[in-house]
């Protein structure tokens, strides 16, 4: 009969070690003995699945006192016939000697395991959760990402386009012994773009004469540069829509993108455009003063 394995000596960790002290540990054997660190390595691989072992049994409350109750023989057992020996009392008499036992029997551990022999936790599925942050761009096309998982495994995963902030996607059989992987998407903050529902706002800076006389313009978009066409006289802060540039809503369908104008005043300008500007001021008939009063 193999004996129970002790996850507690796999991992170096004390019987009463908190949650906090068995995640710190695994976290700094997982990046040790981490196939992708040890290439070809057996004795590293096999030591890298037995802390996942411990691990996945002594993270969850539940799984531990069960373990524990296996391991410092608080459980009932369920004993064969015993074997009759001599009796150790000194009389040279022939009695009961203490029983040995060659099976036990555990209940409420898990179903169907009733021998030791059985590593335990060895059959339990544990979905797992993970936090994924994403720049915009990417979360928008998609495609294929790597990921590092707490217990040291590195993935390749094929992201779907259009991922919301907020979202969780489902990677069947990644979790811990057959369990489920969910990743939880982050999509990170964009320095140009914003995203409210499936509208994208942004702001973009015109000069004064563009705001005036009007006319076409380039603006940033999630897809790529594209014209937009400028009205004539156009005011600062008034939005302008570029229709289905937006975010996409689930459902096959694209938001707007809002584009709110800035007028922007050079901080330098020549000569040239210095003797415009004062040849302008002679002339121009608009007085944005024209009510006030003394």
């Known amino acids: 009969m193999q004996q129970l394995r002790n996850y507690y000596e796999i991992l170096g960790v004390a019987k009463d070690a908190s949650n906090e002290e068995i ?15 040890n290439p070809g390595n057996k004795t590293a691989e096999e030591k890298f699945k037995a802390i996942n072992e411990a691990y996945d049994v002594l993270s969850d409350e539940t799984k531990r006192a069960d373990y524990d109750k ?3 023989g608080k459980q009932k057992r369920t004993p064969l016939r015993p074997r009759v020996g001599v009796n150790r009392n000194g009389n040279g008499g022939v009695g009961s000697a203490r029983p040995t036992f060659e099976n036990w029997k555990f209940s409420d551990f898990s179903p169907g395991m009733t021998k030791t022999a059985k590593v335990v936790g060895s059959s339990f599925r544990r979905d797992v959760e993970a936090r994924l942050t994403l720049p915009l761009e990417k979360a928008y096309r998609g495609g294929r990402e790597r990921i590092r998982l707490e217990d040291g495994r590195s993935l390749e995963v094929d992201m779907p386009p259009g991922m919301m902030d907020g979202q969780k996607i489902r990677l069947k059989g990644q979790g811990m012994n057959g369990g489920d ?16 529902g499936s509208d994208i706002y942004c702001q973009v800076p015109v000069t004064p004469s563009e705001a005036i006389l009007g006319g076409s313009v380039e603006v940033l978009t999630i897809d790529g540069l594209v014209k937009m066409t400028v009205p004539k006289g156009v005011k600062p802060g008034q939005r302008l829509r570029l229709a289905n540039k937006g975010y996409p809503d689930g459902q096959g369908n694209r938001g707007d993108q809002l584009v709110e104008i800035q007028v922007v005043i050079p901080s330098e300008i020549s000569e040239e455009e210095l003797a415009l500007y004062q040849q302008l001021r002679q002339i121009e008939k608009f007085n944005p003063r024209r009510y006030f009063t003394s």
Do not use: E, G, M, S
């Not at 995640?23 to 660190?37: G, I, M, N």
């Open 23 to 37: 995640k710190k540990t695994f976290r700094r054997l997982a990046r040790l003995y981490h196939p992708d660190v």
């Open 70 to 72: 296996l391991l410092f």
């Open 181 to 196: 992987l969910y990743l939880k998407i982050t999509v990170a903050r964009h320095p140009f773009f914003k995203v409210q």
